[in-house]
């Protein structure tokens, strides 16, 4: 039992990464990274070509690592819904789309002659979130290029088999015909107000309305010209309280707590752990603020002291997906570890 061992595969549409995953040890090593083979790569290639050309790389990497890993079983973290039986319905960021559905993980066991998992990067990740001691329901949001949630409760991800379930990114906030942009097309989505790109761009506007304002902020001392402004920049002036930033970023943060009030009213989760690039970059300002606007806006039921004790940073690093794969399927099959 001490040397079962997974591979664990974080597949994004920028990154594709395996890992070792030790169960007695419960951490990831042998972390390798590549850029994943899909449209980013290959822009112009049909939805189909491009499906054929990640499968193709995922098997072939997961192969070698499973032979240098010694694994038992292959699990992946995918950024897309996913059914219960492990067929990919879309994956804008990784093969663009619409396209056939995929079914990933009958072929790939086909291929590695192994059990494989395929599940939806952030249900993976919720699994490094779960404390067998603590049986209180929870909800994992990420708030990076884009904004995504699974809930956790009485032992598994709120999902329906389809995969439906834990996109809080394309809630509509905002129905007016000229609302923001949202990266699926739509507009209005929380997603396209409350991420990190979301955030960038609510920073840009607030520059271009007021030039006088953003002169005067410390966003300005990096990026005279606001169409340079990076989020390097807008996480450094938010960490330091910048006024300016502050009042950009808050929209998306209202958008954000709105959101998360709705999920406490209809289903009383009363945990709120946050991930993602954006979120963690900010750090314990990003909590604060999301925390000052719930206690404004008010969660039905409970005291300003409760609300302050329902949001909470995650892991300051970005191995949650592979992290909680390994745990997932560590949990789900038993059977595949050495006796």
């Known amino acids: 039992m001490s040397d079962a061992a997974f591979t664990v595969i974080d597949l994004g549409g920028t990154t594709l990464r395996t890992a070792r995953y030790g169960v007695s040890e419960d951490a990831v090593t042998d972390v390798r990274r590549v850029p994943t083979d899909g449209i980013a790569a290959h822009p112009d290639l049909p939805v189909a070509q491009l499906q054929a050309r990640v499968l193709d790389q995922v098997a072939a990497l997961a192969a070698e690592a499973v032979e240098r890993h010694g694994s038992s079983a292959v699990a992946i973290a995918f950024a897309g819904p996913v059914t219960a039986d492990g067929r990919a319905l879309a994956a804008p960021t990784v093969w663009g789309g619409p396209g056939e559905q995929l079914p990933v993980r009958r072929q790939l066991e086909e291929r590695l002659g192994l059990p494989v998992v395929v599940v939806n990067d952030l249900t993976a990740a919720v699994w490094r979130y779960v404390d067998p001691a603590d049986e209180r329901p929870f909800c994992l949001i990420t708030v990076s290029s884009g904004i995504g949630n699974k809930v956790f409760r009485h032992g598994e991800v709120l999902l329906d088999t389809e995969g439906h379930g834990g996109e809080l990114g394309h809630w509509t906030v905002d129905p007016s015909p000229d609302a923001a942009p949202c990266d699926c097309g739509g507009r209005g989505h929380l997603g396209a107000l409350a991420s990190g790109r979301g955030a960038l761009a609510a920073a840009r506007r607030a520059a271009r309305a007021d ?63 946050l991930i993602g690039g954006f979120a963690l970059a900010v750090g314990p300002r990003y909590a604060e603020l999301l925390t000052a606007e719930l206690e404004r806006l008010g969660c039905f039921g409970l005291t300003p002291e409760e609300i302050r004790d329902t949001v909470v940073l995650g892991a300051a690093d970005d191995d949650s997906g592979l992290i909680g794969a390994g745990r997932l399927l560590a949990a789900r099959r038993p059977a595949a570890l050495p006796v």
């Open 211 to 273: 030039p006088d304002g953003y002169a005067r902020s410390a966003l300005a001392a990096t990026a005279p010209d606001p169409e340079q402004l990076d989020n390097h920049a807008l996480v450094a002036a938010l960490r330091t309280g910048d006024a300016f930033a502050t009042d950009a970023l808050r929209p998306g943060i209202t958008a954000l707590a709105s959101a998360i009030t709705a999920v406490f009213t209809a289903i009383g989760i009363r945990r709120y752990v």
